[in-house]
């Protein structure tokens, strides 16, 4: 699965929210106390902080049988994107195509602890029509590789995601309007060798039992 946990064990999933709580309490310790000239330090714990809750809202909904689940963080997702969207638009300069103006490091740990991972997951599990199309925009702006995760690419295969939930719908006003029928879960995408510009994106509908395939 591209972004479950996989973990059904619920004693499991206890114990890591129990050590995940553990290292939030310590982490907020420490956040607070960075001045307000620790700029890079501040961005990177917000990052780590965004990992945080993405990560506690993926331990919630790790036996979910339904999508909809994902409906009650709604608030939390919104939350989640103005942070990100902090920390990517820190520069006071305007976006240029000149990527060696970008010499300051956007946050310490890029590698493993930046923007794609989170923004890729509210793209896939967010049905707000604004925030999903939000968290899009995000990933495409970014233009930055992250340990196994491209923007564009991660933009690309949540774009496709999209447009297969809402494929028919005539009006998409709020989350609502992708019912738990159109909603699908991916479970694998990966380029097809015949056709390198393309994504072969495995998923499945409601109950989540067969699997399809579809280029992207």
């Not at 919630?60 to 709604?74: F, L, P």
């Not at 820190?90 to 195509?97: C, K, L, Q, S, V």
């Not at 997951?121 to 590789?145: F, S």
């Not at 994106?201 to 699997?211: A, N, R």
Request: hydrophobic share 40%; with cysteine.
């Amino acid at each position: 699965d591209m972004d479950r946990c996989g973990m059904h064990d619920l004693s499991a999933v206890l114990q890591i929210r129990d050590l995940l709580g553990s290292w939030h309490l310590t982490f907020k310790a420490y956040s607070a106390s960075l001045s307000d000239d620790d700029r890079l330090e501040r961005r990177t714990a917000s990052a780590l902080d965004i990992h945080y809750h993405i990560l506690s809202i993926m331990l919630d909904v790790t036996s979910a049988k339904t999508e909809v689940i994902y409906d009650s963080y709604n608030a939390d997702f919104g939350a989640l994107l103005k942070e990100c969207e902090e920390i990517i638009k820190y520069r006071e300069i305007a976006p240029t195509d000149n990527w060696a103006e970008y010499g300051d490091r956007m946050s310490l740990f890029e590698f493993d602890f930046g923007m794609v991972a989170p923004l890729f997951v509210i793209a896939c599990h967010c049905r707000d029509p604004a925030l999903r199309r939000k968290a899009i925009r995000l990933m495409r702006y970014l233009h930055r590789t992250e340990g196994a995760w491209d923007t564009c690419s991660a933009g690309k295969i949540a774009e496709g995601i999209m447009e297969i939930e809402e494929c028919g719908l005539t009006v998409i006003e709020t989350y609502e309007s992708v019912t738990e029928n159109s909603r699908i879960r991916a479970t694998n995408a990966h380029i097809d060798p015949a056709h390198p510009a393309e994504v072969i994106l495995s998923f499945s509908h409601s109950p989540y039992e067969v699997t399809k395939q579809r280029f992207i």
